[in-house]
Antibody, heavy 120, light 109 residues
Framework: QVQLVQSGAEVKKPGSSVKVSCKASGGNFSSYAISWVRQAPGQGLEWMGR????????KYGQKFQGRVTITADKSTSTAYMELSSLRFEDTAEYYC?????????????WGKGTTVTVSS | QSALTQPASVSGSPGQSITISCTGT?????????VSWYQQHPGKAPKLMIY???KRPSGVSNRFSGSKSGNTASLTISGLQVEDEADYYCCSYADTITVFGGGTKLTVL
């Protein structure tokens, strides 16, 4: 079964960047997409974007366009999400999730989340 | 892209049935059969409950069912149990991107 293991918690200063990793084990990394979803404290889920390693298609949510970069390393089955120009309101839990291409990219396996705190 | 619209909260007693609505537009819910629903307990990652509008992943109780009519999708939970108390989010494919609903807090009284 596919498992997604995310990197550890981060504390960042406003204006800096954070890069979160998501390593997949089990399954064929090239056969599905990886989505990134964030959840601010007490708030709902927000879709940030998605990468389909093959053929390398990346889509971003309008809110994050220009500030987020999603990449994937097929050799290590790891996806990355980098968010730049951090603001206090970017403090949130960041999740990666396996997305099934042929079903409208529903997310059937989730990582446990990475806490990102933006603090001066 | 606007978020899908869900009621902020719903409640029910054990054994009862409840329905959570999810209203989108002709650009998302109305155009695709790709609505999914997620359950989230406090401090936990979301869990897929329904995909492609009405399909249940292996291991999800058949008390959970999904449907769609026009621009509105619905999640129905029958035979409510205490452990169903959680937040529920709908999600739709929307012309290459994905959009979530604002979430609904289900309270089992």
């Amino acid at each position: 079964q596919v498992q997604l293991v995310q990197s550890g918690a981060e504390v960042k200063k406003p204006g800096s960047s954070v890069k979160v990793s998501c390593k997949a084990s089990g399954g064929n990394f090239s056969s599905y997409a990886i989505s990134w979803v964030r959840q601010a404290p007490g708030q709902g889920l927000e879709w940030m974007g998605r990468i389909t390693p093959i053929p390398g298609i990346i889509k971003y949510g309008q809110k994050f366009q220009g500030r987020v970069t999603i990449t994937a390393d097929k050799s290590t089955s790891t996806a990355y999400m980098e968010l730049s120009s951090l603001r206090f309101e970017d403090t949130a839990e960041y999740y990666c999730a396996r997305s099934i291409r042929w079903g409208g990219y529903y997310m059937d396996v989730w990582g446990k989340g990475t806490t990102v705190t933006v603090s001066s | 892209q606007s978020a899908l619209t869900q009621p902020a909260s719903v409640s029910g007693s054990p054994g009862q049935s409840i329905t959570i609505s999810c209203t989108g537009t002709s650009s998302d819910v109305g155009s695709y059969s790709f609505v999914s629903w997620y359950q989230q307990h406090p401090g936990k990652a979301p869990k897929l409950m329904i995909y492609e509008g009405s399909k249940r992943p292996s291991g999800v109780s058949n008390r959970f069912s999904g449907s769609k009519s026009g621009n509105t999708a619905s999640l129905t939970i029958s035979g409510l149990q205490v452990e169903d108390e959680a937040d529920y989010y709908c999600c739709s494919y929307a012309d290459t991107i994905t959009v979530f609903g604002g979430g609904t807090k289900l309270t089992v009284l």
